[in-house]
């Protein structure tokens, strides 16, 4: 019997980032190969609003791409909304995912999880769609049962799509990109939404804007909400449970008020709490960084 209470479940988890040629562990600098970034990792996922935090490198973002059956564990089940992440990802060999990912497959993982990966990419559609036919798109293909025009209102407000609806995808800022993603998660109608620093490249008042009508659709309708955020104001300002990722591959996992401890924050950052905002202020400059090498 599945447990509605449970987001994702991992038992006995471990994963290494493998080199494809070889199917070994990347090597180190030393040569001696990387260390898992999992090893024999067990714990329940309970929904509702989860907010991931901590440093660069500590596994947040690997640890998205498991409980969205992105990647597959190396050793042990992961299992989101009740069902096998090998079985959601068309089977498994090597952590990727195996040769049943057909599109029929793919569309029924994404219904169960949309997914936001971090500096994701729009390409342009192929005949030149607009932001606004595309969102009607999404909405239509998607898993909401009942298409309701005033939700569709309440998606283009709440990410502030109603001036980008004539324009192209290629034609969008980063910040404008992720507002269309966000709206596109939004509308697709999966049971849950797994993001990854979806809100670094938007101004403070769309940040919170965005994150308040996440919270508010699962509060409305029970659609689970997992994102990765480097702004600790956010977290605790939105989030039912929080993550804590150390550098050591720990994790706490509890509300805000049992996790975000001053002690917490210092053994998993390395400075004072009262130095924090300086932390995230140059984690969020390397994520930017990153989009512009990619070309976002």
């Known amino acids: 019997m599945t447990n509605s209470s449970v987001l994702a479940s991992f038992h006995d988890v471990s994963f290494s980032w493998l080199d494809p040629e070889t199917g070994a562990p990347y090597a180190l600098a030393d040569g001696n190969p ?12 309970p929904t509702g609003f989860i907010s991931l935090v901590g440093p660069n490198g500590a596994g947040k973002s690997t640890f998205l791409l498991l409980a969205g059956s992105r990647v597959l564990p190396t050793r042990g089940t992961v299992s989101l909304l009740g069902e096998d992440t090998r079985t959601l ?6 952590g990727l995912p195996g040769t049943g990912l057909n599109p029929e497959v793919a569309h029924r993982r ?12 729009l390409e342009p559609a192929e005949d030149g769609a607009r ?8 909405y239509g293909r998607g898993g909401h049962v009942r298409k309701d025009e005033g939700f569709m209102r309440d998606v283009v407000a709440a990410f502030e799509l109603e001036g980008l609806r004539d324009r192209r995808l290629d034609a969008l800022s980063k910040g404008e990109s992720q507002r269309v993603l966000l709206g596109f998660a939004a509308l697709y109608g999966s049971r849950a939404i797994m993001m990854d620093e979806p809100v670094f490249a938007m101004e403070n008042r769309q940040k919170e804007r965005a994150l308040e009508f996440f919270r508010d659709v699962f509060r409305s309708s029970g659609v689970s909400i997992m994102v990765s955020l480097h702004e600790l104001a956010l977290t605790r300002k939105y989030a039912d449970t929080v993550m804590l990722f150390y550098p050591d591959r720990r994790i706490d996992l509890g509300s805000v008020d049992e996790v975000l401890t001053a002690e917490a924050l210092e053994a998993a950052y390395g400075v004072p709490p009262a130095m924090l905002y300086d932390v995230e202020r140059l984690q969020r400059r390397v994520i930017e960084e990153g989009a512009a090498g990619s070309g976002a």
């Open 34 to 45: 990387s260390p898992p970034v999992f090893d024999g990792f067990t714990a329940d996922i």
């Open 131 to 138: 932001v606004a036919a595309l969102l009607d798109i999404v």
């Open 110 to 121: 994404n219904l169960l999880c949309s997914f936001i990966y971090q500096n994701m990419e």
């Open 89 to 94: 990802a068309g089977g498994a060999i090597g």
